[in-house]
Each structure stands twice: as C-alpha cells, then as structure tokens.
C-alpha cells in the first residue's frame, strides 16, 4: 500500500526557512524526491528550445511523437505532491504534446474523411497507457498511432481523470 504525504504551504514555511525548500528534514526531502535529477518533463514543451525538439526521433508511418503532461509540483490549494505520486500520475496521463507527425499519419481518407485529427504543437487526449514509451536525455516521451488521439484540448491543466 502505498502512503501519500502532503504538506500545505505554511507548514512547509514554518519548517524551512522562507528563501526556500532547501533546509528540509531528510525524510520529507526524500519523500518529495529533491535528492534525484530533476525530470525534463517537468517543463512545458512549447518552450522547449527548437535543437531539443529537432533530436527527437522523427516518427515513421502513421505513427505521431508526444511528450505526456507531467503534473505540477504543488496542487490549487498548495499542497506538496510527493514525485512518486507525479511519476505515476505521469505515466497514466491522458494529457499530452504533440511534437512530430510521421509522413503518413492522416493521410488515410477513409480513416479520417474530415482531415486531420490534430497536428503538431497542439495538446491532445490520448488513452491511458497508450504508445510506446521511451527516454531521450531524461525526456520521456512516447510514439502513438495516429487514431489513438480522443480530442483535442487548450490546456492539460484543465484535465483531471479518475
């Protein structure tokens, strides 16, 4: 069984001092990960740098590169979520970012009659643990097939799943 720790704000205040979180007791350090490297998922993709994104692998077929939504640090109300919890919540997001499209995804008129679906630099809906996942210099990222996409969103912040 795994246990969850969350922390509000004030008393992650009261604890450390108020320039930040590095004065934390280990335990709550190592509940909250701060001793491993930092995930490059944790940034937006859209500000990525265009030589990060041109080092991707460039997907072939039907196939499309996503980059998942890894969720925030804190929550709306301010609370700590532990980065195990993040890891997992990444892993079965639904939310993520389009990169690359292969040379043949939408190209099917039968399949996709109206035309495409979406296309680079959108955020989508995708089914849980779809794709095939991979690291790219700590990046996560995953290649899906071109009709795994749901819908189309404005901002994975909005998606909450159950």
């Known amino acids: 069984m795994t246990k969850k720790l969350y922390v509000p704000e004030h008393v992650a205040r009261k604890v450390n001092k108020p ?3 590095e ?14 490297s930092e995930s490059k998922n944790e940034n937006d993709p859209s500000e990525m740098d265009s030589s990060a994104l041109e080092r991707l692998p460039q997907p072939t077929g039907y196939r499309m590169l996503i980059i998942p939504y890894y969720p925030s ?9 532990p980065d195990q919890i993040r890891d997992r919540e990444a892993f079965a997001t639904v939310a993520a970012y389009v990169v690359k499209l292969g040379p043949d ?5 039968q399949k996709f009659p109206t035309g495409r679906w979406c296309s680079e630099k959108d955020w989508v809906l995708i089914g849980r643990y779809a794709g095939n996942r991979f690291k790219v210099e700590g990046l996560e990222v995953r290649i899906i097939n071109d009709d795994n996409i749901i819908a189309t969103i404005l901002d ?6 159950v």
């Open 19 to 21: 320039a930040g979180m």
């Open 23 to 36: 004065d934390l007791p280990k335990p709550v350090k190592t509940a909250f990960g701060k001793d491993k």
């Open 73 to 81: 640090e804190k929550t709306k109300g301010g609370l700590y979520v």
């Open 105 to 109: 995804a939408y190209q099917d008129s």
């Open 156 to 161: 994975p912040k909005d998606i909450s799943y």
